[in-house]
């Protein structure tokens, strides 16, 4: 398998950088694009991994102070230990059903059509939880990220895990189960970002080691600007993401989602596109 040309690791970069962390499932959007450019198969999924990479090393640069003091102060801050544990707990729940299901779930799940059927099912799912919070605006007992217990970032963990379904999102699931989960919009979004980190990171390294066969030193120029474009635009969406969640909703997103689901059923049923 030959490296995708710089303009494709250009345009998978952005694809990935602005849809990771909005809940419209960057996985999902890769499967799509990646279909659609002829770039498919086992290094093309190092390629998403690297690409993904680029984007987790934004929330970092975004929040090095943050990140910075959970780790020097960890020792000495009760808030420290106590934003270090939550991250941990919530990471769990995706990497056990990650290990143990992972390989199937990509067999059998990683293709279009699926992607577009999980995508519209995360949009009705997004649409019940903004109702369920408009209409009970009590349910949200979370403010801040600092305010969650380890009982919170257990459930924020399980939601997670239904990320393993390309299509539903991992930060769509971990906001969304925030929210139905007492979550201001806000510390869901916040905790989604921190959650990134070690999901990415972890599962990352462990994919390129596993892969490393696949990757020659040829095909490092365009791997490095895809993971170049793909930090440059996540740091811009993070922090458009914060301002936006200030002030609306996730509605938009969820129409989003059924529009491009949609399409992609509409054009696989008539044949329009063979989608590989």
């Known amino acids: 398998m030959e490296a995708p040309s710089l303009a494709v690791a250009l345009l998978l970069g952005i694809v990935e950088g602005l849809t990771e962390f909005l809940p419209i499932s960057s996985t999902g959007h890769l499967i799509v694009a990646g279909s659609l450019l002829g770039y498919v198969g086992e290094q093309a999924k190092v390629f998403e991994i690297v690409i993904q990479s680029g984007a ?40 056990a059903l990650g290990l143990a299901f992972g390989k199937a779930i990509k067999a059998a799940l990683f293709h279009p059509v699926p992607v577009a059927v999980a995508t519209i099912a995360g949009a009705l ?48 699931a971990t906001i969304i189960g925030g929210m139905l989960f007492g979550l201001s919009r806000k510390a869901a979004t916040e905790f989604s970002f921190f959650l990134a980190v070690p999901t990415l990171v972890i599962a990352g390294a462990y994919s390129l080691w596993k892969e490393r066969a696949l990757v020659g030193a040829a095909d490092w120029p365009a791997f ?53």
């Not at 090095?64 to 769990?92: C, E, M, P, Q």
């Not at 002030?247 to 689901?261: K, S, T």
């Open 56 to 95: 987790m090393l934004a929330v970092v640069w975004e929040y090095r102070r943050r990140f910075g003091d959970a780790v020097f102060h960890l020792g000495s801050s009760a808030a420290a230990r106590r934003f270090a544990r939550n991250v941990a707990i919530a990471f769990v729940p995706l990497a």
């Open 224 to 276: 490095a600007v895809g993971f170049v474009v793909s930090f440059v635009c996540a740091l811009a969406c993070i922090r458009w993401l914060i301002r936006y969640v200030s002030r609306h909703d996730f509605v938009p997103f969820a129409w989003y989602r059924i529009a491009f689901g949609a399409v992609v059923l509409v054009t696989a049923w008539t044949g329009l596109v063979r989608w590989n």
């Open 125 to 172: 799912i997004i649409l019940w939880a903004e109702r369920r919070q408009r209409l009970q605006p009590a349910a949200v007992r979370v403010a801040e990220v600092d305010d969650m217990s380890a009982g919170d970032a257990l459930k924020v963990g399980i939601a997670q895990a239904f990320a393993l379904i390309p299509g539903m999102s991992r930060s769509g």
